[in-house]
């Protein structure tokens, strides 16, 4: 008969317990120059099987970067993880989550940087200016090369003379419109008024000439001079130093005569006007002064009269008189003789 084979039994090996993960490590977060973002994750397993990591990567303004690993055959591992973000999120937080499967015991880990303001530069400074008012507006228009912070310092003067400051600080985009604004008192007529701008290290000045419209304050009119016709010393006082102009009438008894002027460029005038006229004795005469646009108080006016006329006194004639006539001769009367009656001789 054959021989009988043997025969014989194959027990498989049962399979290894599935692989866990102990821990993980998420190490420093750099950044070059250029933009690399790196860091070293670490995974400790409890065997060599095939474990899952996934790193995450985020940042404000980016979509960020995920990356899964496939692991296995060995009880611990160390990668280095990149992610190339080009322009780094200044003034942002970089983060690193890594998570595994299996869930490693403790969890998720992380890591985060926190990105430094990027220097920003000025790239366009513009500044307009203008009076409305009494309010002076800088319109201040910048354009710049980041996000980060500027420093805006807006310098007012009249004349030359400081006239206050404004400041602001800009961040977080990179181009600005900001008005900057400061009041008067009292306008400031006929000056020049600046605003000098300084952004990130750049400088612009801009001017604009301060008009108003002509102001009287007050006309006067001084001591008025009879002596070979009428002289007038007018004052007016202005609040700026537009035009006004000033008219004087002069009357003297039935005359008249009117002079017209125009006074600029500063706020204090004197001048004398005259008239010449005959001025006889006991003359009335007036001056009146009135300015356009009209004085606050009005115009101002003077009058007199010359001294009167004397009346003729009674002193006697100094022209010769006529000779004494002589006193005719009364003719003398002749006697009348009354003739003596006749005597008759006979005594009575």
Not at 62 to 81: H, K, M, Q, V
Not at 144 to 152: Q, R
Not at 276 to 298: D, I, Y
Request: proline share 10%.
């Amino acid at each position: 008969p054959p021989a009988t084979q043997p025969t014989r039994t194959v027990t498989e090996d049962p399979p290894p317990p599935a692989t866990s993960v102990l821990g993980v490590t998420v190490g420093e977060i750099t950044i070059g120059a250029d933009g690399l973002a790196s860091s070293t994750i670490g995974l400790r397993t409890s065997g060599t099987g095939p474990v899952t990591a996934v790193a995450a990567w985020s940042a404000p303004g980016t979509d960020g970067r995920t990356e899964r690993l496939r692991l296995s055959g060995a009880g611990s591992y160390n990668r280095r993880i990149t992610w190339t973000m080009g322009e780094p999120p200044c003034g942002g937080t970089v983060t690193l989550t890594v998570t595994t499967s299996p869930a490693a015991s403790g969890g998720p880990r992380s890591a985060s940087l926190a990105v430094p303001p990027c220097p920003t530069g000025v790239t366009a400074l513009d500044v307009r200016l203008g009076l409305t008012g009494l309010t002076a507006t800088a319109r201040v228009r910048v354009a710049a090369s980041g996000t980060g912070e500027i420093p805006v310092q807006v310098r007012f003067a009249v004349d030359g003379e400081p006239a206050g400051t404004r400041t602001a600080t800009l961040s977080g985009r990179t181009s600005y419109d900001r008005d900057f604004t400061r009041m008067f008192r009292a306008r400031p007529c006929g000056s020049t008024l600046t605003a000098q701008v300084t952004a990130g290290g750049t400088t612009r000045t801009a001017r604009t000439a301060v008009t108003c419209p002509p102001r009287v304050d007050r006309v006067s009119i001084g001591d008025v001079g009879t002596r070979g016709g009428l002289s007038a010393p007018v004052s007016v006082t202005t609040g700026n130093t537009q035009p006004v102009r000033l008219t004087v009438r002069f009357t003297a008894g039935e005359a008249a005569d009117t002079q017209t002027v125009t006074l600029s460029g500063s706020t204090s005038y004197r001048r004398t006007f005259g008239y010449e006229v005959r001025l006889p004795c006991g003359t009335k005469w007036s001056v009146t002064a009135v300015t356009n646009p009209a004085a606050a108080g009005g115009g101002a006016s003077a009058s007199g009269s010359t001294p009167p006329c004397e009346e003729p006194s009674e002193e006697p004639s100094k022209e010769p008189s006529e000779e004494p006539r002589q006193p005719e001769e009364t003719p003398k009367a002749t006697p009348r003789v009354t003739p003596r009656p006749s005597s008759s001789g006979t005594d009575e």
